[in-house]
């Protein structure tokens, strides 16, 4: 009985030895597994920290984009109203361009009655440069706003004739004799001459529109008139002979 049991035995051993193998070989299939999941788990998870890092800096992208588109579509339309507001004052500007035109040739009217019905105050300088406005007035190359300043740059100095006192040289005609003299203006209440060696004198006479001769008494009164004028003398009570017409 006892010899059955000892073979019974022998004749098993080998089979528990296969399965210890076995389980040992399965075990570590399941250890290799195992490790081989946990790096699958490590690299997913790497990868899903990846895509969230990622995911996070579009989501920051997207909203500096979206603030920044933002602020082009407040330039677009500010530029839009800006460009629609230059529409209208270049409307306007040409509507004004039509009116200041007609304008500037009726002031150069104006300028050339002034200079021919008034006294003959340096004539010549005054002459000229109404003749280069109208030269100016033909030019291409200068801006309305330059001829517009310009002729009102004339009418001041028009203006300044009636306020000062001045001296020149320019020619007059006296007694149907041409010659040059000195002349003297205070604004265009007076207006009196001198030949060139201080022996004649004469006052324009503003009705007659001709040079008259004037009285050696009052030859002294005009030559402190230029001395005064010169700043050789000290400002004094001067008589002298106005060129008004009656009721001027």
């Given at each position: 009985m006892m010899v059955a049991c000892i073979l019974f035995l022998s004749a098993s051993l080998p089979s528990s030895a296969d399965e210890i193998s076995q389980a040992h070989?399965?075990?570590?299939?399941?250890?290799?597994?195992?490790?081989?999941?946990?790096?699958?788990?490590?690299?997913?998870?790497?990868?899903?920290?990846?895509?969230?890092?990622?995911?996070?800096?579009?989501?920051?992208?997207?909203?500096?984009?979206?603030?920044?588109?933002?602020?082009?579509?407040?330039?677009?339309?500010?530029?839009?109203?800006?460009?629609?507001?230059?529409?209208?004052?270049?409307?306007?500007?040409?509507?004004?361009?039509?009116s200041v035109v007609p304008l500037m040739y009726r002031m150069m009217d104006g300028l050339k009655a002034i200079i021919t019905e008034d006294k003959p105050i340096r004539l010549k300088a005054r002459q000229q440069r109404l003749e280069s406005l109208q030269v100016m007035m033909t030019q291409a190359n200068i801006s309305d706003a330059e001829k517009y300043r310009r002729i009102l740059e004339a009418y001041q100095i028009e203006l300044e004739y009636g306020t000062k006192l001045g001296n020149f040289t320019g020619r007059i005609v006296a007694d149907?004799?041409?010659?040059?003299?000195?002349?003297?203006?205070?604004?265009?209440?007076?207006?009196?001459?001198?030949?060139?060696?201080q022996q004649q004198f004469w006052s324009w006479d503003t009705v007659q529109h001709h040079w008259i001769e004037l009285s050696p008494e009052l030859?002294?009164?005009?030559?402190?008139?230029?001395?005064?004028?010169?700043?050789?003398?000290?400002?004094?009570?001067?008589?002298?002979?106005?060129?008004?017409?009656e009721g001027e």
């Open positions: 070989k399965l075990e570590k299939k399941n250890i290799n597994e195992t490790a081989d999941s946990q790096q699958r788990i490590n690299k997913s998870s790497d990868h899903a920290f990846a895509l969230k890092a990622d995911i996070e800096s579009l989501r920051a992208e997207v909203e500096s984009l979206t603030i920044y588109r933002d602020h082009l579509e407040s330039l677009v339309l500010s530029q839009e109203q800006e460009m629609k507001s230059l529409d209208e004052q270049l409307a306007q500007i040409d509507t004004t361009k039509r149907g004799v041409a010659r040059e003299a000195e002349q003297l203006y205070i604004g265009r209440v007076v207006l009196v001459a001198r030949s060139l060696d030859g002294s009164e005009v030559n402190q008139a230029f001395a005064i004028a010169g700043r050789q003398a000290s400002p004094d009570i001067l008589t002298l002979p106005v060129s008004l017409k």
